[in-house]
């Protein structure tokens, strides 16, 4: 296996430039109806950051220029991540299906000063938008063939910021996390030092994350570039579009997460035709329901490789490519070069004195360079000054030091991997005329692992519908924050300070 320093790959768009000039005739990247080589990306990296510094777009008190990249999964996203940050400018991935609130949101708390997105999230925007604006189809393209070497990108690497991706604690509006050059390439050199190595130059990789989602972007797209390999981009997850796509390139690892194998373990034979030239299926973001590891693992005779990571570590943290064997519910051990300790409320490490040699649950703390430097934007709820930092994510070790994930400290609802708190939507809720007061909660879901369901009381005499509050949901939050039930209570339980008990109503 070859090894990579960080220090030879000092900011995170030179990968691309390093693929290129190993093998620049080789495919980067297919998509329906497009295929590009690494030479033609790296053409259109080069373009995109001439293009934007072309622009004069200046750096403010809190940084280099923000720009925020609200696109699918196709080709042009690649081009526009890795020219963001070839110009030393910093990429705000946003999900594209956000509503103008949530849009408008992450544009204003990230201060960015370009857009590049589909129409319909331009046209959601209105004059909310930057004012230097690009879409997807129209003057896109002239970006991505604008003339290169005019000028002179500043020096950015290492510890510099790389990417704000907004994510959610359990109250509040999204936060930045500010993710430098280092820890996103601190994650593949970590994921390398793996016996066999998840991911060579001979793999073609199935890319259907989300690019703006964390384990997109850079367990997908990031591993992609950074070994030189080829992605396979699907823009709108189908189960049997994905599985066609697959056979057709000759897909051999696949980067997915729990509905994605969910719909597959639900295909027999079909999924085993598939799947025969794909040696490695990886699955994060949210727990596996173990029933559906079970099926697909008959079906193909390849076991779902689970992980654990957030946004915050670029993003794994624990695999079961780390250990010895896969063991259903279980998210594996550290990956190289990262350390895991789980401590009980008052810091203290968990001890392995149970009978059967595994461990009480306790907080998942974790150290490693591939860890972020803080929420947006000064710094704050980074790592400890000697490295160290919170998951806020509960988990026990079986005897043999494989870990297990029992539940989430606050009240963070994970649904397919994705973060929804509980407290937008209540605001959400709040805000329909014929609400006085609702509670969110998270509860089990078959597919995708949990969902939301509210608790709402009307206003007196009201007589809204679930149906009319689902609907008001939607047209305020991306469908997977939306409730899947709404439950009417006549009151909320309350502590003496006011604060909905959420422990007696679950």
């Not at 050199?189 to 384990?215: G, K």
């Not at 064997?325 to 409320?345: H, M, N, Q, T």
């Not at 703390?365 to 400890?384: K, T």
Request: overall charge negative.
């Amino acid at each position: 296996m070859q090894e990579v320093s960080i220090s030879a790959v000092g900011n995170f768009s030179d990968v691309v430039r390093r693929a290129a000039a190993t093998g620049g005739d080789r495919p980067a990247l297919r998509s329906h109806d497009a295929e590009l080589t690494w030479a033609d990306l790296d053409r259109q990296v080069d373009a995109v950051a001439a293009g934007l510094l072309a622009r004069g777009i200046p750096a403010d008190e809190r940084g280099p220029a923000r720009v925020a990249i609200a696109l699918p999964n196709v080709p042009e996203f690649a081009a526009v991540f890795f020219g963001v940050l070839r110009a030393g400018l910093v990429a705000v991935p946003v999900n594209p299906a956000y509503t103008a609130r949530e849009l408008t949101h992450v544009l204003s708390d990230s201060g960015a000063a370009v857009l590049v997105a589909t129409g319909p999230v331009l046209e959601a925007l209105g004059e909310a938008a930057p004012a230097v604006r690009y879409q997807l189809g129209k003057n896109l393209a002239g970006l991505l063939s604008a003339p290169t070497g005019i000028t002179q990108a500043p020096t950015a690497g290492g510890d510099d910021l790389a990417v704000l991706l907004y994510t959610s604690g359990t109250a509040g509006a999204p936060k930045g996390a500010m993710l430098p050059h280092r820890a996103l390439l601190a994650n593949h050199e970590q994921l390398a030092r793996l016996e066999p190595a998840p991911v060579t130059p001979d793999d073609v990789l199935l890319l259907a994350v989300p690019l703006f989602h964390a384990y997109g972007l850079n367990s997908g797209l990031g591993a992609v570039a950074f070994h030189g390999a080829c992605g396979v981009l699907v823009e709108r997850f189908d189960p049997a579009d994905s599985l066609e796509a697959i056979e057709r390139h000759g897909v051999t690892g696949v980067v997915g997460v729990p509905p994605m194998f969910i719909a597959w373990s639900l295909m027999g034979e079909r999924l085993a035709r598939a799947w025969s030239g794909v040696r490695l299926a990886v699955c994060g973001a949210s727990p596996l329901d173990p029933a559906a590891e079970r099926r697909f693992a008959e079906a193909t005779g390849r076991p779902v490789h689970q992980g654990y990571g957030l946004t915050e570590a670029a993003p794994v943290l624990t695999s079961t490519l780390a250990s010895p064997s896969v063991k259903p519910g279980a998210i594996g051990r550290p990956i190289p070069g990262v350390e895991v300790r789980l401590v009980d409320a008052a810091g203290e490490d968990v001890l392995d004195d149970d009978e059967d040699g595994s461990s009480d649950p306790g907080e998942i703390v974790a150290r490693g360079s591939n860890l972020f430097r803080g929420y947006w934007p000064d710094g704050a709820g980074g790592p400890s000054a000697d490295g160290w930092w919170a998951t806020g994510d509960v988990a026990y070790a079986d005897e043999d030091g494989d870990l297990f994930i029992v539940d989430r400290l606050g009240e963070l609802i994970l649904v397919s991997g994705f973060n929804v708190y509980p407290h937008e939507v209540e605001s959400v809720l709040a805000a329909h005329e014929s609400v006085a007061e609702a509670a969110v909660l998270g509860v089990p879901h078959p597919y995708t692992g949990r969902t939301v369901k509210a608790l709402v009381v009307r206003v007196p005499g009201s007589q809204v519908t679930a149906e009319e509050l689902i609907a008001h949901c939607e047209r305020n939050l991306a469908r997977f924050k939306c409730p899947t039930a709404v439950e009417f209570v006549a009151e909320l339980p309350h502590s003496a300070t006011g604060k909905v008990r959420k422990g007696e109503l679950r």
